[in-house]
């Protein structure tokens, strides 16, 4: 049973065609890489999945049930974006704690998984401040944090680290890898630009190309047995 499944999945924003059928199989637990240049449509495939875009034709399964219809706060996913919108008046507890307290969780339960998503992100002494007390790097752990807090079986990010100067970026990407391997049930989804956190984080990387799938395999699959001109200059040697 495949964690998310795309069966010819297409979106299309009025008269145009951005995701052109799309079929993928993700295993649970798998770490997924989109990558493909600007405008190909990795932003509109995970908001797809995420269900913040309605889907124009094709089905999607999480957990094997079909979810075309399913609204974003069912589906069983977090998503962490670029630009990590935290609520700049609360503590990075109750930034944290927010959508638990929503669901109406007891304050025990909310207080045990903000206080383990802390522990894990190493965010336990930083509690108590605003975001405007933190750094670029605390505040996207922060957005991860709040993520990890609502204990999604698929974990989205849309290139979490774009916004992170180069010495952030690493430590962060760091991060998600170990935080991947501590999460080892969870499928997580991935999109970047960028071929070093694709090489490095992706258990499979999918190469998409204007709206379709160029190649689907592991970094070294890919890297070593690329199926056309456009993977092998994306993926191949940094030029
Ligand atoms: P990527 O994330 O790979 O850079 P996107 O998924 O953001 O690409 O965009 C793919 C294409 O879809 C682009 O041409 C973009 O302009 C178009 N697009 C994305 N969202 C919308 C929208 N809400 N309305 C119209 N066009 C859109
Ligand atoms: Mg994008």
Redesign the pocket.
């Known amino acids: 049973m495949a964690a998310v499944e795309l069966i010819d999945l297409k979106k299309s924003?009025?008269a145009?065609d951005?995701i052109k059928g799309v079929d993928l199989d993700i295993q649970q637990g798998e770490f997924i890489v989109f990558v493909?240049?600007?405008?190909?449509?990795?932003?509109?495939?995970l908001?797809l999945i995420a269900g913040l875009?309605e889907i124009t034709s094709g089905t999607l399964k999480i957990a094997d049930n079909v979810v075309n219809d399913v609204p974003p706060s069912k589906r069983g996913i977090a998503m962490v974006f670029q630009s990590y919108a935290l609520y700049p008046h609360m503590s990075v507890f109750n930034n944290m704690a927010f959508g638990m307290k929503l669901a109406r969780a007891s304050s025990d339960e909310i207080q045990k998984r903000v206080s383990a998503a802390a522990e894990m992100l190493q965010l336990t002494p930083l509690l108590t401040r605003l975001p405007r007390q933190l750094s670029g790097g605390q505040r996207q752990r922060v957005a991860i944090g709040r993520a990890i807090v609502r204990d999604p079986q698929v974990f989205l990010f849309?290139e979490p680290l774009s916004n992170l100067d180069a010495a952030l970026r690493v430590a962060t990407r760091i991060e998600i890898s170990k935080l991947n391997e501590r999460m080892v049930d969870t499928t997580m989804i991935y999109?970047t630009?960028d071929q070093v956190e694709a090489m490095t984080l992706a258990d499979r990387i999918v190469v998409?190309n204007a709206?379709l799938v160029e190649q689907v395999g592991t970094p070294m699959e890919l890297y070593l047995h690329p199926d056309n001109l456009f993977v092998a200059q994306f993926i191949g040697s940094p030029a």
């Open positions: 924003f009025g145009v951005v493909g240049p600007s405008g190909c449509g990795k932003s509109t495939l908001r875009e849309d999109v630009h998409l709206g």
